[in-house]
């Protein structure tokens, strides 16, 4: 499940932004919609137990998230969050198979080779290992990011303007790719945009609409 409850953060010297209650059942699509600015990302932060809210309660995965500690959050988010961020954050310094053994390197386990082979197969990765993230193509890079998100099948799948930036056919792609690796594990789905072609595809999903502030 995802419960978000009086949720309130402020900025030091801006104004304070009040977001909507939510409340959905584990394996949800959630649509964050909302112009530029309307605290979209800040959300997705909150929500992914980077950033302390000035008020709220936020229940995920089963977990009482600003009751934890910082490093009983790390370990949740370790465990039970994938993350599909604006800038991708690949690695130029690593190929695309190293990039990907990185979640499990960063939670002191031995990695899952098969699980990443696996993953490069579903999401049409195959053969492309070896290459660094400059000799990817948008949508490449894209389902590298999706595939690093999905490795330890987290139960909370969040993914930022994931489709700015693409052409038509690259959006439809990365949207789908995103709600059927969701469904595979039974994770609730939160997309954060401002793309009308999310939400018509997305069409089924529970709104949570963002206000601009000034």
Do not use: C
């Amino acid at each position: 499940m995802l419960a978000v409850h009086g949720l309130r953060h402020a900025y030091r010297g801006g104004p304070t932004i009040a977001f909507p209650d939510l409340d959905v059942p584990q394996g949800a699509r959630v649509l964050l919609r909302g112009p530029s600015g309307s605290g979209k990302s800040t959300w997705l932060a909150i929500v992914a137990a980077l950033l302390t809210p000035t008020a709220g309660r936020v229940v995920a995965a089963g977990a009482d998230l600003l009751a934890m500690s910082a490093r009983e959050r790390d370990a949740w988010r370790g465990a039970h969050l994938g993350f599909v961020p604006q800038r991708l954050h690949l690695s130029e310094a690593l190929d695309v198979a190293r990039n990907l053994a990185l979640p499990y390197v960063a939670a002191g386990e031995a990695v899952d080779r098969a699980r990443i082979d696996a993953l490069m197969r579903r999401l049409g990765l195959a053969g492309l290992g070896a290459r660094r993230p400059r000799e990817l193509s948008v949508g490449q890079a894209q389902r590298v990011a999706l595939a690093r998100a999905l490795l330890r099948r987290p139960q909370l799948l969040l993914a930022d303007e994931p489709t700015a930036s693409l052409d038509d056919d690259h959006a439809r792609e990365v949207v789908a790719l995103l709600a059927e690796g969701a469904a595979e594990q039974g994770a609730t789905l939160v997309v954060a945009t401002h793309d009308a072609r999310v939400a018509a595809a997305l069409a089924d999903a529970v709104e949570v609409r963002l206000e601009a502030h000034a």
